[in-house]
Nanobody, 120 residues
Framework: QVQLVESGGGLVQAGGSLRLSCAAS????????MYWYRQAPGKQRELVAS???????DYADPVKGRFTISSDNAKNTVYLQMSSLKPEDTAVYYC??????????????WGQGTQVTVSS
């Protein structure tokens, strides 16, 4: 069993910054890639950023230059540093991970989500 626990969401004014964290724990053999998604009210969930175990990163166009994804492989933790936040960044942010479990199953896991609200 694997758990992803997110933290760091909250309310911030436009132009401000927030840092999200997501820690994976449980029956983990290895983590291939970790992702951040977000879902705004009435919209589909969208991929925001990803980072591979070797540190390769990718970003959705709306957040390029403003968000930075990073990870601490020793802690099985991924971070999302969000700067120059805009009201349109308001959403529930979800952590997702592509994990190989100790029983060698390759599965994707979701965190519970953390609310980010950006006021204008």
């Amino acid at each position: 069993q694997v758990q992803l626990v997110e933290s760091g969401g909250g309310l911030v004014q436009a132009g401000g910054s927030l840092r999200l964290s997501c820690a994976a724990s449980g029956s983990i053999f290895s983590i291939n890639t970790m992702y951040w998604y977000r879902q705004a009210p009435g919209k589909q969930r969208e991929l925001v950023a990803s980072i591979t175990s070797s540190g390769n990163t990718d970003y959705a166009d709306p957040v390029k230059g403003r968000f930075t994804i990073s990870s601490d492989n020793a802690k099985n933790t991924v971070y999302l540093q969000m700067s120059s936040l805009k009201p349109e960044d308001t959403a529930v942010y979800y952590c997702n991970a592509a994990i190989v479990t100790r029983s060698r199953l390759s599965l994707r896991y979701w965190g519970q989500g953390t609310q980010v609200t950006v006021s204008s």
